[in-house]
C-alpha cells in the first residue's frame, strides 16, 4: 500500500519506531481526552497538506507583527514554515507530540502559531468533516492493521523529507505493508 500525500499515518510512523503501530495508541488515547484538535495538531503542524495559503492582497495598510503591509501589496502565508517556526516551538522539526499536552494551543485558527486550516474568514469550511475523519481513518488503520515498512526498512530511518506542491506530499512514497487483524 502507497500513501503518497501528506498523510496521518506518515507522521504516526515515523515516531513510533516501534513493530506494531498499536503500540503508540495510549498516547492517542490521552490526547484524545484532552482535546480533538490537540490531536490533529501535532501531525498538522509538522505535516500541513495545504503548505501555501492563496496570495491575497492588502485591502488596506496594514501593521503585522511590526511588518506594514502596504494597501495592494500581496501576502503569501506559509503553513509549514510557520509549524516549524525555531521562535514558537522547540526543536521544530522534532515530531513530538507531547509537547500539545497541557498546552492551549490548538488548530481552530485561534493561535496563529498553528493554523493548517487557515484561520479568520476564510478558514476552511471543511475543518468540522475533517476533524472527525481523521479519527476514524487513524482509529480505523490502527485497529484493523498490523503496519510493516516494505523491505525491513526501519522507522526510525524512514527519510522523512517532503516536496512542495499545491498540497504536500513526502518525497519518498510511503511504502507500508498492512497485515490485516480483524478476520
Ligand atoms: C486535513 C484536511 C484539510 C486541511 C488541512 C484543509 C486546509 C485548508 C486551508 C489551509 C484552506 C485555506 C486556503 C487558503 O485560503 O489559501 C482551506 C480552504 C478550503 N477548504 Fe479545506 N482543508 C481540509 C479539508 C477540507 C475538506 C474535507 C473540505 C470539504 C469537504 C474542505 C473545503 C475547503 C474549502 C471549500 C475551502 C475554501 C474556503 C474559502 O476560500 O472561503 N477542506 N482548507
Not at 484524545?32 to 492563496?54: C, E, K, N
Not at 488503520?141 to 506542491?165: A, N
Request: charged residues 25%.
Amino acid at each position: 500500500m502507497e500513501f503518497d500525500t501528506g498523510c496521518v499515518l506518515w507522521s504516526i510512523m515515523e515516531k513510533a519506531g516501534k513493530p506494531n503501530l498499536g503500540d503508540y495508541f495510549p498516547i492517542l488515547k490521552k490526547i484524545d481526552l484532552q482535546d480533538r484538535a490537540i490531536f490533529s495538531g501535532f501531525v498538522l503542524g509538522l505535516y500541513p497538506p495545504v503548505p501555501l495559503l492563496l496570495p491575497y492582497k492588502a485591502t488596506s495598510d496594514v501593521e503585522i507583527n511590526s511588518y506594514k503591509v502596504p494597501e495592494g501589496a500581496q501576502v503569501l502565508v506559509n503553513v509549514w514554515a510557520i509549524g516549524r517556526d525555531g521562535t514558537t516551538w522547540d526543536d521544530p522539526n522534532s515530531f513530538v507530540p507531547e509537547r500539545f499536552l497541557g498546552s492551549d494551543v490548538d488548530v481552530r485558527g485561534r493561535d496563529f502559531e498553528l493554523i493548517p486550516f487557515e484561520a479568520g474568514q476564510r478558514i476552511c469550511p471543511g475543518f468540522p468533516l475533517s476533524m472527525r475523519m481523521l479519527y476514524l481513518m487513524l482509529g480505523t488503520l490502527i485497529h484493523s492493521f498490523d503496519w510493516k515498512l516494505e523491505g525491513g526498512v526501519k522507522p526510525e530511518k524512514m527519510d522523512m523529507d517532503d516536496k512542495f506542491g499545491i498540497t504536500l506530499q513526502r518525497a519518498q512514497p510511503l511504502l507500508a505493508v498492512p497485515r490485516c487483524l480483524i478476520i
